[in-house]
């Protein structure tokens, strides 16, 4: 069934006609849509109905594939995770020096108390010649708890990863959303403990969030910190939940982008990340997922009571928005990978360089076989 589905995907690629496919997180069951015509479409407000595409810059509308197909099937049981091995690291020192520049540089404006924190990122290029739905694959396998994703668009391009931050969810007017900021690589068997910096960049994105929600929502509710492990990494993570009741627009201004991505206060932060990284962000650090999709739930029935039963029906509106993280761009062969980190007062440079290593490794070891 999963087989039938991706060829048929497969076949959406070579008529170069939009499609996503997408797993959601610990979940067994693969998600796809299909656009029957190549229009590029954008979201005017968010109150639209389809599968958003959003790049980091807010100012830049967010794509909108609409719902024209939409097929499912289950993954079959006994995938194996199956990293391949990569040499590809090595490579990565020649970027070394200029991200470590890019760090004593956002430290220096914390320092002086022009910033509290910022995320800074590179792009990372690599040969790939597996095929997309091959590595799809392998995300899969290995991101159990991730939201996995390959999605295409003719006019835009191919994008893939597989990752661990929710933007929102909402179920009618009840929105949850997380806090997720701080990494460090798992050791088998431990469990992490956690320095000052870590704890200190994922509360700044904590306060932030309950900030910018406060006049939005009702009955917010923030809780504890906890440790979550994604892929080889952990990281610090607060649940957030509310009850909110204007546009859901008003709720994606407020948490996109968060210092998770972007950094506080945030004007000067997306300043300084447009001035000074060497490379255009794109959809890294967007958001993407299910727009106001419709659902009717409750008992159904094609019995002589179903007239009735009809009574218990309740349609609900629901959305699902991830954070663009561990992700690359698929084109001409090559596969561009997308890595970041959180600078605050306590960054030292050499750490956060090394935590953008530990983030590429996730996703090059799905592209080597
Ligand atoms: C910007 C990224 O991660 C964010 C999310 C989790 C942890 C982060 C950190 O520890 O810096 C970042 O805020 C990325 O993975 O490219």
């Given at each position: 069934?999963l ?20 797993k959601?997180p610990n979940s067994k069951?693969i ?44 993954i079959e049981e006994g995938t194996e995770p199956n990293f391949g091995s990569t ?43 597996s095929?997309?739905f091959e590595i799809f694959q392998r995300l899969l396998a290995n991101y159990d708890s991730a939201f996995c ?11 893939l990863g597989a990752?661990p ?20 690589t798992t050791?088998e068997g ?39 492990r994604a892929g080889d990494l ?92 561990r ?31 530990a983030?590429?490794k996730t996703l090059l070891r799905v592209l080597s076989i």
């Open positions: 069934m087989f039938e589905v991706l060829r048929k995907v497969e076949e959406q690629l070579l008529k170069e006609l939009p499609f996503v496919v997408y959601k069951r998600h796809v849509i299909i656009q029957k015509d190549g229009k590029l479409r954008y979201t005017k407000d968010f109150s639209e109905i389809g599968f958003v595409f959003a790049p980091f810059d807010s100012h830049t509308p967010a794509v909108l594939m609409p719902l024209h197909e939409q097929l499912q099937a289950d040499n590809i690291l090595d490579e990565q020192e020649r970027e070394k020096e200029f991200h470590m520049d890019l760090v004593k540089k956002g430290a220096h404006l914390i320092e002086k108390g022009y910033l509290d924190k910022v995320v800074v990122s590179r792009e990372l290029e690599v040969d790939c010649q095929p997309p994703y390959l999605w295409y668009h003719p006019k835009v391009g191919m994008w990752t931050e929710i933007l929102l969810r909402t179920t009618n007017n009840r929105l949850t959303t997380m806090s997720l900021a701080g990494t460090q050791v431990e469990t992490p403990s956690w320095g000052q910096k870590e704890v200190d960049e994922q509360r700044m994105v904590t306060e932030y969030i309950s900030k910018a929600l406060q006049n939005e929502v009702s009955q917010m509710k923030v809780g504890n910190v906890e440790s979550v952990w990281h610090l993570r607060t649940k957030i939940t509310a009850v909110y009741q204007n546009d859901l627009s008003n709720i994606i201004r407020a948490l996109h982008p968060t210092p998770a991505v972007c950094g506080l206060p945030l004007p000067p932060a997306r300043k300084f990340i447009m001035e000074h990284e060497n490379y255009h962000r794109e959809y890294y650090t967007g958001f993407l997922g299910e727009l106001n999709i419709r659902q009717e739930i409750g008992r159904t029935s094609n019995d002589s009571r179903n007239q009735e039963n009809k009574a218990y029906r309740s349609l609900t509106t629901s959305s699902e928005l991830f954070v663009n993280l992700c690359m761009k698929l084109a001409d062969g090559k596969a561009t990978l997308y890595v970041g980190g959180g600078i605050t007062k306590d960054s030292i440079p050499e750490n956060e360089w090394q935590e953008t290593v983030k590429s």
